[in-house]
């Protein structure tokens, strides 16, 4: 029986003890544990399994911990956890209280920087190569990997501009692979398609005229290529970049055929590469298809209506519009802030434009959303997926901050549907035109309604209801953190609790209110969302101005970063299951 090469690696240095010449056997074990482990725990997949010969490379010629290597985005750093300390305990990747999806500061000191938004390796990494050379350390090498994708994106081209006039040690590996999560996009992506490794452009490369020495491309999947090539650098001054042409699901043949599907596949035979048939029982829709199948409806009827995303096409589904109206409707890469003003833009000139952007992406645009949009009163129609707790991502990706940070903001309408009707009701609503912008926050995964495809009713802005009578108890809350409170109401000792859906966050429906503050004593606010700053806060600024002394608990994220888990399993962290809604109003009835 022959002896497995990754049994005996739990750190880089055992890594460097073999020889080249068996460096291949590890790729492939180190391929097929992957593959093994994420077919039945689930995460991401297809990025991990295109840099397998990298990572092993880097680890093989670098000094790490001590050189300092720095992962874009972290979807393709499972190859590095397992060779850093964390093979034995991989297989709780993205569990609660297991290891986190992304290079993680805390979790090991071979992770040099916290990453999960992409485009930020590059500086993070040059401000690592510039204390190094202020503390005389002029050995050490500073690497960072960056994919085709993330380094179109602003961020990473200001990282480029600075550390071109440096003489650090820093080194951009370009991880090429003509995708993120999604097929690149624009004219750097097109130039770097031809960079085959047959041929390469007949013109200087953009990052020599940003004065990076550049070398490659190089076949991302040839370790011998790549040690060669990697030693070569190590002993070259300043500023460098290599370009690597990997192959993105490389190893599985349904992996690189749908890099898309295969990115995060779910649950998948291991032997096979197929993807684990679905339940033939019909399910509510997912609220990004609620959106998907809402934009095309409405863009039907509108020539006006315009759809853009920032490098999210697939997971946000306006890629059903994209498909139906290609004229009308962008994916313009991981560019958030380019996505903000140029719907603006697009509005300035009288269309109607439903920007969709996931919560935690958004936070990325902030000064777009302030100055570009909200201060000119421009209507641009923000859709915000992946509200709320999101699960297994964690801490990185939750979109919990998006109430607290825009309900701060003049001239800007917030509104959270509780299901898959309100989605639509509003969304037609704005398409109708709006005199200010308005942003719309829903949550990923499935919602309730399975028979949600109803006509459309207008809703009116600033408007909120009653979903349950009570006299006793008032439960006010906005969007589908509803649900839970629904479903914590099923406890037969729970009596005469009112429920109260105000969906609009700004503007406040302040007559509903004021006929809360008056028939119920003790009101408990639910959102899943910070506390600070959130819901609830803008519920006690409303009481402190009209004088009432009601009993208000508010309900919601503390003051943290919660962690990575299911969906379910840190709303109850949180206190905002069902189970955790019930305790709280049973203590206080």
């Known amino acids: 029986m022959a002896t497995s090469l990754l049994d005996d690696i739990n750190f880089p240095e055992d890594l460097r003890k073999l020889t080249r010449s068996q460096l291949p056997q590890l790729a492939k074990e180190l391929r097929k544990f992957i593959i093994d482990i994420v077919a039945t725990k689930e995460g991401h997949l297809g990025a991990s399994l295109g840099v397998i010969e990298l990572t092993i490379a880097l680890h093989y010629v670098f000094n790490t911990p001590e050189d300092l290597l720095v992962w874009d985005v972290g979807h393709q750093a499972y190859g590095h956890k397992i060779l850093t300390g964390r093979k034995a305990n991989f297989h709780t990747n993205r569990r609660l209280n297991g290891i986190s999806g992304f290079p993680k500061k805390e979790e090991s000191v071979y992770d040099a920087f916290g990453v999960g938004h992409s485009s930020t390796a590059i500086s993070a990494t040059l401000g690592m190569a510039i204390a190094s050379q202020l503390n005389g350390n002029t050995k050490r090498q500073h690497i960072a990997v960056v994919g085709d994708a993330s380094i179109a994106s602003g961020m990473a081209f200001e990282g480029l501009n600075h550390a071109g006039v440096t003489d650090t040690n820093l080194l951009v590996i370009l991880n090429d692979n003509a995708i993120g999560i999604d097929p690149s996009v624009g004219a750097l992506k097109e130039y770097l398609t031809k960079a085959t490794l047959k041929r390469t452009p007949n013109q200087d490369t953009i990052f020599e005229a940003l004065n990076f020495d550049c070398s490659g491309p190089v076949d991302g999947h040839n370790l011998m290529e790549l040690l060669q090539e990697l030693e070569r650098l190590k002993k070259v001054p300043g500023p460098k970049l290599l370009h690597v042409i990997t192959k993105k699901g490389k190893g599985?043949?349904?992996?690189?055929?749908d890099q898309v599907k295969y990115h995060a596949p779910g649950k998948f035979n291991k032997d096979t590469g197929d993807l684990l048939p679905k339940s033939a029982v019909l399910q509510p829709p997912k609220f990004q298809d609620v959106f998907g199948i809402t934009m095309v409806e409405l863009a039907e009827q509108n020539p006006k209506i315009m759809g853009i995303s920032p490098a999210m096409p697939t997971g946000s589904s306006l890629k059903f519009m994209m498909d139906t109206f290609p004229a009308r409707a962008f994916d313009v890469g991981i560019a958030e802030q380019h996505a903000v003003t140029f719907s603006a833009g697009l509005v300035t000139q009288g269309m109607i434009v439903f920007c969709n952007i996931y919560s935690t992406f958004l936070q990325r645009a902030y000064d777009q959303v302030i100055h570009d949009v909200c201060l000119q009163k421009l209507p641009v129609i923000f859709c915000l997926d992946r509200a709320g707790i999101v699960g297994e991502d964690g801490a990185t990706h939750h979109g919990i901050f998006d109430l607290a940070y825009l309900r701060c903001i003049p001239n800007l309408i917030v509104f959270a549907p509780r299901n898959e009707i309100e989605l639509r009701n509003i969304m037609y609503t704005a398409s109708l035109g709006l005199n200010l912008p308005i942003a719309i926050r829903y949550p990923r995964g499935r919602g309730t309604k399975i028979d949600w495809k109803k006509p459309f009713t207008k809703k009116e802005i600033g408007k909120g209801e009653c979903i349950k009578k009570g006299n006793g108890i008032a439960v006010v809350s906005v969007g589908t953190i509803i649900t839970n409170v629904e479903r914590a109401l099923t406890n037969s000792s729970i009596q005469e609790v009112a429920v109260y859906d105000l969906g609009f966050i700004k503007p406040l429906d302040k007559k509903l209110l004021n006929a809360i503050f008056k028939k119920h004593k003790t009101i408990i606010t639910i959102e899943d969302g910070v506390k600070t700053g959130g819901f609830g806060s803008a519920i006690l600024e409303f009481a402190a101005s009209n004088n009432y002394k009601n009993t208000i608990h508010v309900t919601g994220v503390e003051d943290q970063f919660p962690e990575h888990g299911s969906v379910e399993e840190l709303q109850d962290l949180c206190g905002i299951s069902p189970k955790k809604i019930s305790e709280l109003i049973q203590k206080l009835q």
């Not at 599985?252 to 055929?257: D, F, I, K, V």
């Open 252 to 257: 599985l043949r349904q992996a690189e055929e």
